[in-house]
C-alpha cells in the first residue's frame, strides 16, 4: 500500500446548471466515486484512489498475481470490501478509504473465492456493518471492525443464492437496479434459486446468520392480476430483483419490467404493500425501462398517449406522483439515476448526436437542467442491420451509469477492460 500522498480530497458537489459538463477525468471502468476519489481496479491487480480534480493518484495498492473479484463501499464507514483470488491465498480484506490503509484481512474464507467463473457477492449491512460474502455454497458473515468470522451459512445443492456474484458487484456503493441480495436494518435478504425457479426470499440476521424469514415469490404477487402466459407459481420470477425504496423498505420487483412491485418489511418478511402499475411501463427490447428506487420513490419511464415520459410513483401509496416528456427529439439511453434529490437521464437523438443530461427534481417532477454532454467514452453506436433484441444492451455501451456526490459517470462501464468519464456540473 502505498500512500495516502496528499491530504483528502473534499467531495465534488453543485446544483444542476442549465450549462455543459466538462471532463475532469477518463478513468479505468468499473470504479466507485467517494468524495473527491475515484476507486479503481476491479479484475486488476492493482487498485487505486484517484482524485477526480488533479488526476493523481491517493493511494495505491500491489497484488502482483491478485485479481480483485468483487468489491463493496460502506459509504458511512468510508470502508471498501473487497475479495482477492489468488491460487492458495485467497482472502477478504477492509481498506480505510481516507486513510489509504487495510483494517483487517481475513483468509478463513478461501473456499469462496475461486476464479473469476465462481465469484462473490459482498455486502455491508449499515445497522451491524457486518460483511456478508456470499458464495455458491456458503455465506459468511465477518465483524465489521476485526473481519472474525461471526456466522457460516452452508446452501445446498438444491437451493442458493440467485446470481449471488454478477450482481453482488455494486457501482456506486448502492446495490444496481437488478440486485438479487440486499442489505440493511440488520437483516441480509437473498433471492434463492432452487433447481431452475427463483423461488423464495430469506431474510437472515445480520448478527448471527439465523433465519428470521422466507416469502415466496408467488406469496408476495398475491392478488396481482396474472398475464396470460403464466401458468403456474415458478414462473413468477422475480425478475425485478431488490431494491432499497427508502432504507426500512425492501421493494421486490414481481415483472420482467420490476414495475409491479411488492413492498416488504426486511425486519419481518412481511408485505406491506403492493403496487401494481397495469402495463403503464415500457417493455420494449432496447428500451430503458429498469426502474430506479430513492427516498421512498420509484422513478422510471412509462407510457402516456403512446409517448415516452418519466414517471415517478409513490408504490406505498400505490399512486403516481408526476410525469414529465421527453424532450422533443431526445430519446432516453439508460436508467433513471436518484442523486441527492434529484432524478438524471441521458438523452440524445435518433442518430445518437446531441447527448443530453435531463435534471429532474425528484419531488415534484420540476425540470431543473438539460446538460450537454461529450461523446462518451467507448460509445459504439449500433450495428447495421440491427441486431436481435435480446443483444440490444450489448452495443448501448455509452450511457450514465451513477451520479454520485455530484459526479457524472459515463461511459463503456459494463467492460473492465473499458473506460468512463467522469464530468463534473459546471
Keep these: 500500500m502505498l500512500g495516502p500522498s496528499e491530504a483528502f480530497p473534499s467531495a465534488i458537489a453543485v446544483p444542476a446548471r442549465p450549462h455543459a459538463a466538462r471532463r475532469a477525468a477518463t478513468v479505468p471502468a468499473g470504479g466507485l466515486v467517494y468524495g473527491g476519489l475515484y476507486l479503481a481496479g476491479l479484475g486488476t491487480g492493482e487498485v487505486r484512489a484517484i482524485d477526480i480534480r488533479t488526476g493523481r493518484s491517493y493511494w495505491r495498492y500491489d497484488r502482483p498475481g491478485s485479481v480483485a473479484e468483487s468489491w463493496t463501499l460502506d459509504r458511512v464507514a468510508g470502508r471498501l470490501v473487497m475479495a482477492w483470488s489468488k491460487k492458495g491465498s485467497n482472502q477478504v480484506e477492509m481498506i480505510d478509504v481516507r486513510a489509504g490503509r487495510i483494517v483487517w484481512r481475513q483468509r478463513s474464507v478461501a473456499k469462496l473465492i475461486k476464479s473469476p467463473l465462481d465469484p462473490v457477492g459482498l455486502f455491508v449491512d449499515p445497522v451491524t456493518k457486518v460483511s456478508a460474502v456470499v458464495g455458491p455454497w456458503w455465506t459468511v458473515g465477518l465483524d465489521g471492525d476485526t473481519g472474525r468470522v461471526r456466522w457460516k451459512r452452508r446452501w445446498t445443492s438444491d437451493c442458493k443464492p440467485f446470481n449471488f456474484g454478477s450482481h453482488g458487484v455494486t457501482f456506486d456503493g448502492k446495490a444496481p437496479a437488478y440486485a438479487y441480495a440486499q442489505a440493511m436494518v440488520g437483516v441480509f435478504v437473498v433471492e434463492e434459486?432452487?433447481?431452475?425457479?427463483?423461488?423464495?426470499?430469506?431474510?437472515?440476521d445480520a448478527r448471527t446468520g439465523a433465519d428470521r424469514w422466507k416469502i415466496s415469490v408467488a406469496?408476495?404477487?398475491?392478488?396481482?392480476?396474472?398475464?396470460?402466459?403464466?401458468?403456474?407459481?415458478?414462473?413468477?420470477?422475480?425478475?425485478?430483483?431488490?431494491?432499497?425504496?427508502?432504507?426500512?423498505?425492501?421493494?421486490?420487483?414481481?415483472?420482467?419490467?420490476?414495475?409491479?412491485?411488492?413492498?416488504?418489511?426486511p425486519t419481518s418478511g412481511r408485505v406491506v404493500a403492493r403496487w401494481y402499475t397495469a402495463g403503464g411501463y415500457l417493455n420494449t427490447p432496447g428500451k430503458w425501462s429498469e426502474l430506479t428506487y430513492g427516498t421512498g420513490?420509484?422513478?422510471?419511464?412509462?407510457?402516456?398517449?403512446?409517448?415516452?415520459?418519466?414517471?415517478?410513483?409513490?408504490?406505498?401509496?400505490?399512486?403516481?406522483l408526476w410525469r414529465r416528456p421527453m424532450p422533443r427529439g431526445l430519446e432516453p439511453h439508460a436508467p433513471a439515476v436518484i442523486d441527492r434529490g434529484r432524478v438524471y437521464l441521458l438523452t440524445a437523438r435518433h442518430d445518437n448526436s446531441d447527448w443530453q443530461l435531463i435534471v429532474t427534481d425528484l419531488r415534484t417532477g420540476k425540470s431543473l437542467a438539460h446538460i450537454p454532454l461529450p461523446k462518451p467514452a467507448g460509445y459504439r453506436p449500433p450495428p447495421n442491420p440491427p441486431i436481435l433484441p435480446d443483444d440490444v444492451p450489448r452495443w448501448a455501451d455509452g450511457i450514465i451509469r451513477t451520479v454520485t456526490n455530484g459526479v457524472i459517470v459515463t461511459g463503456d462501464s459494463e467492460s473492465r477492460s473499458g473506460t468512463v468519464d467522469l464530468l463534473i456540473q459546471q
Design 193 to 204: 434459486a432452487c433447481g431452475s425457479d427463483v423461488g423464495e426470499v430469506v431474510g437472515f
Design 219 to 265: 406469496e408476495a404477487a398475491r392478488g396481482m392480476p396474472s398475464p396470460p402466459d403464466v401458468a403456474s407459481d415458478s414462473d413468477f420470477t422475480a425478475l425485478g430483483g431488490l431494491s432499497d425504496l427508502d432504507g426500512r423498505l425492501l421493494a421486490l420487483g414481481l415483472r420482467l419490467t420490476g414495475a409491479d412491485v411488492a413492498l416488504i418489511d
Design 297 to 320: 420513490m420509484q422513478v422510471g419511464l412509462c407510457t402516456t398517449g403512446g409517448k415516452q415520459v418519466l414517471c415517478a410513483d409513490d408504490p406505498k401509496k400505490g399512486k403516481r
